[in-house]
């Protein structure tokens, strides 16, 4: 996991993200990484609109943005 945060740091790409809360919700967030630190990365989360701080560990799942395909 690690590498695809740094990955995202790097080409500043967005990514999709299924992430855990201290208070055990969980939420389906577009994010683009802003900095990776060892147990913990910076971020700016298009669902809130502003720049939040994220556990690695409360991470369920993350990848690159999928592109929704629609018709025949």
Known sequence: MKG???????????????????????SQRRIKILAVYEDYFRAYCFTKRQQRTFKVSNVLSIGPVRKVRRGA
């Open 4 to 26: 695809l945060l740094i990955r995202g740091v790097n080409n500043k790409e967005e990514l999709e993200m299924i992430y855990l809360d201290n208070k055990g919700d969980i």
